[in-house]
């Protein structure tokens, strides 16, 4: 079946220092990627997705591009601040199925340095 | 618009209870999503609602967990009995058919002791 590998956290960064949480998936079938984010007391929401390869999605000062032949979507952003502490979630779907349902990694908490 | 609505934020059950927790769709959503999320399996599926239909129902779930959609804008997951192991955030989200985005509510935290 699908599955969807991130980095194992929890991350822990300074204020202004980049940020990568790397994916990495596998599938039989050409997905589209999701990146997700949940903070606390909330369910996740969606950060972005892409659903072509070599294709780039970003928000928020995320961003992240598809690499077909790495089989990853690795989130990357150059200055972390306080309010991007949160969990991250990346995830596949599987449009050959026609479903909506969408398989995640275990997530990534990152917070700042106190 | 008004999001996905769980109810209640808070559960905490004996071991062997029955709990029943309820989940309102986003209006006009085909697709309605009952996950579990605990910190060391992360997001699991356990069924999935195309129209109402029961699309899938999660393998390992199907012992005692029951998810329900008797209308378009209510779902209900059922415990029963439950377990100790239960204990973790059950998530309800819900899509547009023609659409991947999944709209997330705020989850039901349930406590099983």
């Known amino acids: 079946g699908d599955s969807v590998t991130q980095t194992e956290g929890p991350v822990t960064l300074s204020e202004g220092t980049s940020l990568t949480v790397n994916c990495s998936y596998e599938?039989?079938?050409?997905?589209?990627l999701f990146w997700y984010v949940q903070y606390p007391g909330e369910g996740p929401q969606l950060l972005f997705k892409v659903p072509k390869a070599n294709e780039k999605g970003s928000s928020r000062g995320f961003e992240a591009t598809y690499n077909k032949e790495a089989t990853s979507f690795h989130l990357q952003k150059a200055s972390v601040q306080e309010s991007d502490s949160a969990v991250y979630y990346c995830a596949l779907s599987d449009p050959g199925t026609g479903s909506n349902r969408l398989t995640f990694g275990k997530g990534t908490k990152f917070s700042l340095i106190p | 618009d008004a999001g996905v609505t769980q109810t209640p934020r808070h559960e905490v059950a004996e071991k062997g209870q029955t709990i029943i927790l309820k989940c309102e769709p986003v209006s006009g959503h085909n697709d309605l999503f009952w996950y579990r999320q605990t910190k060391i399996q992360g997001l699991e599926l356990l069924s999935y609602f195309r129209s109402k239909s029961l699309m899938e129902d999660g393998g390992a779930f199907k012992d005692r967990f029951k998810a329900e959609m008797l209308n378009s804008s209510f779902s209900t997951l059922k415990i029963q009995p439950t377990e100790p192991k239960d204990s973790a955030v059950y998530l309800c989200?819900?899509?547009?058919?023609?659409?991947?985005?999944?709209?997330f509510g705020s989850g039901t935290r349930l406590t099983v002791l």
């Open positions: 989200a819900s899509s547009l058919y023609s659409a991947e985005t999944l709209y």
């Open positions: 599938t039989k079938q050409y997905p589209t």
